[in-house]
């Protein structure tokens, strides 16, 4: 299942958001196949207020997972954050086809280990709101 996370700083996180970048890289490079695309949100001077990703997870449940290690919400640098499920139609310039239910692989792996969930229940975490489903 694919997400858009939309993820929005706290005021005047911008040094700090910089001081945890490495760690918050780092634990993106853990998951380098799940995410589809990912990048900063950019204020009028260019500078950095949040984030997007578009993630592929199994199931909600593993997002939360996800998110529950993300440093920019174990230090407080994202003050929002919300989560929608998508479809990714086009992906690097190629129209993609959704498997039929028959042709789905079988999940495996650490974020793969259970049925898909579609949980839209709001939930609190780090003291950081997450929002699914507008």
Known sequence: MQFLITAYDGPGMLEKRMEV??????????????????????????????SVLIIDFAGR??????????????????????????????????????PKAAEKKPARGFFDR???IEDRAVCKKSDVKFYPDK
């Open 21 to 50: 970048r490495p760690r918050h890289l780092e634990n993106i490079s853990r998951v380098k196949g799940k995410i589809l695309c990912a990048g900063g949100l950019l204020d009028a001077e260019g500078k950095m207020k949040g």
């Open 61 to 98: 449940e593993f997002l939360d997972e996800y998110l529950e290690s993300e440093p920019y919400v174990l230090e407080k640098v994202w003050e929002r954050v919300e989560v929608e499920p998508m479809n990714v139609v086009v992906l690097n310039g190629e129209l993609q086809q959704a």
């Open 114 to 116: 259970c049925e898909e």
